[in-house]
């Protein structure tokens, strides 16, 4: 599995903070197991974020499709 680049590192890392941030704000959360809960989901979000870009962008950088071999008959074959 090949390692993130900085941006898909980025884009994980701010998806955690963001994420803590409005879950804490949203929820009112006050014990150190509720606030624990919600850091894991941000963190497991922002680990699903990251390998989503990761497979986005393995998909995008595929090679286009290699044409098919030409016709034995064909003028660019006899050339080879």
Known sequence: MPRPSAAQFCLGTFTVVATTVV???VS????????????????????LVTLLSLSVS???ARPAQV??????????????
């Not at 009112?28 to 680990?47: D, K, N, P, R, S």
């Not at 044409?67 to 080879?80: D, L, M, V």
Request: proline letters at 5%.
């Open 23 to 25: 879950l804490l704000a």
């Open 28 to 47: 009112g959360a006050a014990g150190v197991l509720e606030v624990a809960v919600l850091v894991g989901f941000a963190v497991a979000l922002g680990t």
């Open 58 to 60: 393995a998909r995008s």
């Open 67 to 80: 044409p098919a071999a030409a016709p034995a008959g064909h003028e660019y074959a006899r050339q080879r």
